[in-house]
């Protein structure tokens, strides 16, 4: 089977074919990130009208790399949920042409469906049963997976999302958006142990990083710690806060395979961390190219959903929740 994977869910632009035979043929992402730096977050509007200008050359580019033609295409996996409305309409909307023109059945896919099951394109035998974690500029979502592909959410945060953490400490130490990897950088020269953040809910099945937000805001004011040593100190207090809670849930419900996925998952701190906690669990990162948004995982989703036969119809859209498939 042939998928094409679309996804503009937020700022990047991405679309990318998978075979089910010969595996990824092409993924394509604009990444509009240094258009949006300027605002210091993302614009919802500027983030659309760049998915209007961008979809249709990728999609070319995308075909003509693959040494395809859109007739071998045997189905259209799009992002419908969730994300920025506006972005969302850009792809469903595309997604939606397609299929028509080709007369293709297009598959509603999940987001953060897509972020767990791209794990499987970085190891090839791994299948449910497992406990997932997302960790992104919106997210910070635990959630069971069982073997017929059954999500259900069993943990997420209350307020902000691990990424709009490392954002907003970056913000404000002067760096760029997004600021992952500033503060991943600055947390290399310090010391982790250094400071002491708080973490809320250590055994309830909620996050909440508000409160560590505060409490790295108040320390950069302060200006008695270097940016390095709070940089390191908080990297580590958020890594500690989702390991220790990944693996109470998987504890709690059987597992011992944990995914962890989102752009907050290339974090090389988050990474080493979960693998010094992880006991007798398998912990699986994909690559790093694969945590930020992209069409390959929705293109492979597609693959993975296709024995629902979910399909949209010309009334489908965004935000269907009808029509939404792998997670409500
Ligand atoms: O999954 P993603 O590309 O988009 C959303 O769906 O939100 O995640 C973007 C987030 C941003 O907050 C960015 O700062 C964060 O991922 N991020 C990182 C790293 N790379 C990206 N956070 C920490 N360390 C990194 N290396
Ligand atoms: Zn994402």
Do not use: S
């Given at each position: 089977m042939i998928a094409l994977g679309i996804e503009t869910s937020c700022d990047e632009t991405s679309i990318a074919v998978y075979s089910t035979e010969h595996g990824t043929l092409c993924s394509k992402i604009f990444s509009q990130a240094d258009i949006h730096a300027h605002f210091g977050g993302v614009i919802p509007e500027v983030a659309s009208r760049n998915h209007i200008k961008k979809i249709k050359p990728l999609y070319d580019e995308c075909i003509n790399e693959s040494k395809i033609s859109a007739k071998d295409i045997d189905i259209i996996g799009v992002t419908n949920a969730p994300g920025l409305i506006g972005a969302l309409f850009v792809g469903v909307s595309f997604a939606k042409g397609l299929g028509y023109a080709l007369n293709k059945p297009v598959m509603p896919v999940n987001h953060l469906a897509g972020h767990i099951l791209s794990a499987e394109l970085s190891y090839p035998d791994l299948r449910p049963p497992y406990t997932a974690i997302i960790i992104s500029g919106g997210h910070s979502h635990i959630f069971d997976v069982d073997e017929a592909l059954n999500f259900s959410l069993i943990c997420r945060t209350i307020d902000d999302a691990a990424g709009e953490v490392f954002d907003k400490t970056a913000k404000v130490m002067g760096g760029p958006y997004p600021g992952g990897i500033y503060i991943q950088n600055m947390a290399e020269n310090g010391d982790r142990n250094k400071i002491k953040f708080p973490t809320a809910?250590?055994?309830?099945?909620k996050f909440s990083f508000s409160g560590l937000k505060t409490s790295v805001m108040n320390t950069i004011n302060k200006g008695e710690y270097s940016n390095e040593d709070i940089a390191a100190s908080f990297q580590y207090t958020i890594a500690k806060t989702l390991a220790d809670k990944v693996f109470y849930v998987a504890n709690q419900m059987n597992r011992d395979k944990i995914v962890v996925g989102g752009g907050v998952a290339a974090n090389k701190e988050i990474r080493r961390v979960f693998n010094e906690l992880r006991g007798s669990k398998s912990v699986y990162f994909p690559e790093i190219s694969r945590c930020t948004d992209n069409g390959e995982m929705i293109a492979y989703a597609a693959t993975r959903f296709y024995k629902f036969r979910k399909f949209l119809n010309y009334k489908g859209s965004a935000y269907d929740t009808k029509h939404s498939i792998g997670l409500l």
């Open positions: 809910f250590k055994n309830e099945l």
